[in-house]
């Protein structure tokens, strides 16, 4: 059931302060009893102008990872001490601060009054729950370890918010220092060429150097046609997002991310990581083979890798053990496959894929430490031939000039 955003003004009971703010809710009754929840005195309910679908709405009701992080540990805690699961869930509501979170929180509870299991309750929220968090609430319900589940769950998305951390935290530097390396180029070409340009008009009809010549052209249209250049460079950037979000487009960046040298090793053990990590905890948690294997194939975020394991679907429903059904496959590193039959042949394909998971985890770690010891340099090299670049096309000339005694 899709939730609408509705806009309100509420009295707070204890202070009597009017408050204004959001709420998401499936009809204005619920979102009343929302606010009411919250301690407040609903005095007006609207539906939001914005809507709910909007990328501004999108962008403000978004559940960060954290939050989800906390909820799994909380409700773990809370089941684990033995409190009934619905006492369990208005607790954790309580002490949630997102308030979009609030608000599907309390649809899951309501769906568990009504007799509904948690994890068909939280199913009805796709975009907040994904399918490894409701198979591992299911198994948790059916084996009567939900406590465990949610554990194992908490620790899952912990590792891969790190792990996915570290891998961004390596993009950020480089790019911040092209974009400052950009700024400062587009400085001189708009600033400095121009006035270097009005000094050479006084030497006459003198021929300045083709790197001269072309950076002037590249200044002046800068300065004509930066508008220009702003709505291609906004129009590039709207369709190619929206060409990346379309299977073509979506094949095209994952393929490029394992292939880009240097960078693709790092998303290849990353991708790795993912799936096993994810693997062992479904596992743990009693979750069938084959439905892990569908759940991971969406887990590890890339389509060339995820459809290797769709594959090893077909192979392992025919008779074949996992580690066979994906050793051939250029998509698995080599490291998995063997772990995996170790695991196979020992009964202990859980602690395997969880040490593959370490093991691969550590390599990112130390990966993406080497990329950004090699960055820093790489980043001074270019930095410097732009200057040189630069430099040259202000100063060749006016050697050129003392060559030709025109400056005496």
Known sequence: MSLT?????????????????????????????LISEQGLAPLEIKVSSGGSNNFLGALLNRIPTKEKILFSRQLSTLINAGLPLVQSLRTVLSQTKNQAFKAVISKVIADVEAGSALGAS?????????????????????????????????????????????VRGAMVYPIIVLVVMAGVVAFMLVNVLPQVQELYKGFGNVQLPILTRVLLAVSHALIKFWWVMLILAGIVAFFTVNWSRT???????????????????????LYMARFARTGATLIASGVPLIRVLEITAEAVDNVLVGGAIKASIEKVKG????????????YFLELVPNMLRIGEQSGQ????????????????????????????????????????????????????????NVIK
């Open 319 to 330: 008779g074949k053990s996992l580690a066979d059904s994906i050793e051939k496959s250029p």
């Open 247 to 269: 299977p073509a487009g979506k094949k095209f960046f994952d393929k490029a991310k394992i292939k880009i040298p240097a960078i693709g090793p790092l998303f290849m053990k």
């Open 5 to 33: 955003t509705y806009k309100y003004t509420a009295r707070n009971s204890a202070t009597g302060k009017k408050i204004s703010a959001e709420v998401q809710a499936d009809s204005e009754a619920s979102a009343a009893k």
């Open 122 to 166: 939280l199913k009805k929220h796709p975009k907040v729950f994904s399918p490894i968090f409701v198979s591992l609430i299911d198994a948790g319900e059916t084996s009567g370890t939900l406590d465990k589940s949610l554990d194992r769950l908490a620790f899952q998305q912990e590792k891969d918010a790190e792990v996915l951390s570290k």
């Open 349 to 404: 394909i859980e602690q395997m894929m969880e040490k593959t998971a370490d093991y691969y985890e550590k390599e990112v770690d130390n990966q993406v430490k080497t990329i950004s010891t090699i960055i820093e340099p790489m980043l001074m090299v270019i930095l410097g031939v732009i200057a040189i670049i630069i430099v040259s096309a202000i100063l060749v000339p006016i050697y050129g000039l003392v060559g030709k």
